[in-house]
């Protein structure tokens, strides 16, 4: 009997390396997109008498959160082109 607390534990063990994993992926991709919804803000404040703004919204938060600084050029690059 004692070998299934055993087994029990190992798998808690493993389920808790395996989710921490997650979450801090998790929470680079947040932190990532926080920063870059404050760069968004910050180019939006720049750009915008060249008529190039960005909409702060959660599709480009999880676009420059994922992609990082290449999606935060990028967003601003599709913007400048559609110009609109």
Do not use: C, D, H, Y
Request: proline residues 2%; charged residues 5%; glycine residues 16%.
């Amino acid at each position: 009997m004692e070998w299934i607390w055993i087994a029990l534990a190992g798998l808690g063990l493993v389920a808790i390396l395996f989710f921490n994993r997650q979450m801090k992926s998790l929470f680079k991709i947040a932190r990532s997109g926080v920063l870059g919804g404050l760069g968004i803000l910050a180019a939006n404040a720049l750009l915008a008498p060249m008529g190039v703004s960005v909409g702060l919204n959660l599709l480009t938060l999880l676009i420059v959160g994922v992609l990082g600084i290449p999606g935060f050029f990028l967003l601003f690059l599709t913007q400048w082109m559609v110009g609109g």
